[in-house]
């Protein structure tokens, strides 16, 4: 029995988390227009209730190959005050920037407004000063948030210890908050906790989808790296990699949150990043028959589910299939008469853009022509 338990919990271990072969750093193509940033944005040091130096963090986040991280102590809770007097809250910046020396990777000044519901918790980053955000007001810290031009984003509303059911709720304080721009975004995956109300809330109110690790302890540990598997972050679509170019593509809501294999955005951002993680390598009719072999690369470092909405029935799968990160595999299309070019649709199920719906997307190719006989 425990023997049967071990191998059922590999098995669920392995559908969560990408294979072993895509490596460590990892990776989303850039779409047209924008360079695709990988973005943490909510992280802790032992400058608040985290268990590591700052310096950690910057590690971490070198090794898992990221773009951009903000490490946003919570501004009222200090549990490690009496080890760490912290009188400047840029401290945990400072130790980071240090760190990352000529490394390229932007840190952003970032703190957690850390309050009781409503309006929860919220993270303001590209801050100038985080010490001037030491004030009593909940909604006069957002205002100087906004003063020094933050962007602002609610964090894990779906938390259970402020929303005991577990389904993000929006307060009149939030309506206000967001009325009056005070807010711009909201996290629909915080750690391991993913939220469908939280999506709702986005479309509803046109704020920036975010996902991130809320990390307190150890990436690796917390996510199982050593198993393939990977921080909850953001990819940020800029038109530049440095702190501008990101805050700009946050503000105009170019986001998609990664949530182990899930993506979580709106279509005019998923659709690119997964029809660019799909590229065909090679495409011909296989021997003298009229079966079609599409082999595709999927070059993101998440896999990626599809169900076949091409019109089309395959030879060597039923109607969904698996594209693992890192790998090639190879789809048998039975297009009953031979063609020279082909748009195969598919159903992204590994991906939403609303609660329960998934977007379409096309892989397209040419056909190399081989003989029929
Ligand atoms: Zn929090
Ligand atoms: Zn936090």
């Not at 995956?189 to 109110?205: F, G, K």
Request: glycine share 6%; proline share 4%; charged share 25%.
């Amino acid at each position: 029995m425990i023997f049967l338990f071990f191998i059922l919990s590999v098995a669920c271990f392995s559908q969560e988390n990408h294979s072993h072969g895509v490596g460590r750093k990892l990776k989303f193509p850039d779409i047209p227009g924008y360079k695709t940033m990988k973005c943490d944005f909510h992280q802790h040091t032992a400058f608040s209730d985290g268990s590591v130096w700052p310096d950690i963090r910057v590690m971490e986040a070198l090794m898992d190959g990221l773009d951009a991280i903000s490490l946003t102590e919570h501004l009222e809770y200090q549990p490690h005050k009496e080890d760490i007097p912290h009188p400047d809250r840029n401290r945990s910046y400072d130790i980071a920037i240090k760190e990352a020396g000529d490394h390229d990777l932007v840190i952003v000044k970032g703190s957690e407004i850390t309050r009781k519901m409503p309006p929860g918790h919220n993270n303001a980053i590209f801050l100038s000063d985080p010490n001037k955000l030491l004030v009593d007001d909940s909604i006069q810290v957002f205002r100087e948030a906004k003063k020094q031009g933050a962007f602002t984003f609610w964090n894990h509303p779906a938390w259970a210890p402020q929303r005991k059911d577990g389904i993000a709720t929006l307060t009149d304080i939030h309506r206000m908050l967001i009325k009056e721009k005070l807010i711009d975004g909201i996290e629909v995956v915080s750690d391991q906790m993913y939220s469908d109300e939280a999506l709702q809330i986005a479309l509803d109110n046109n704020l920036t989808i975010m996902g991130n690790s809320d990390i307190h302890k150890l990436i690796d540990w917390d996510f199982k790296v050593a198993d393939g598997g990977h921080r909850t972050f953001t990819l940020v679509f800029a038109k530049e990699k440095n702190a501008g170019s990101i805050k700009e593509g946050l503000m105009n809501r170019r986001t998609v949150a990664v949530y182990r294999n899930l993506l979580v955005g709106r279509d005019e951002f998923l659709v690119p990043v997964l029809e660019n993680s799909l590229k065909v390598t090679s495409a011909k009719y296989i021997g003298k028959y009229d079966v079609l072999g599409v082999e595709v690369e999927n070059v993101s470092s998440v896999d990626i589910t599809l169900q076949n909405q091409t019109g089309y029935t395959f030879h060597n799968n039923n109607e969904i299939i698996l594209l693992k990160a890192g790998e090639k595999t190879t789809i048998e299309v039975k297009t009953i008469e031979r063609k020279t070019e082909v748009s195969l649709k598919f159903l992204a199920l590994s991906a939403v853009n609303a609660p329960n719906k998934h977007p379409s997307i096309t892989i397209k190719t040419k056909i190399e022509a081989t003989p029929q006989q």
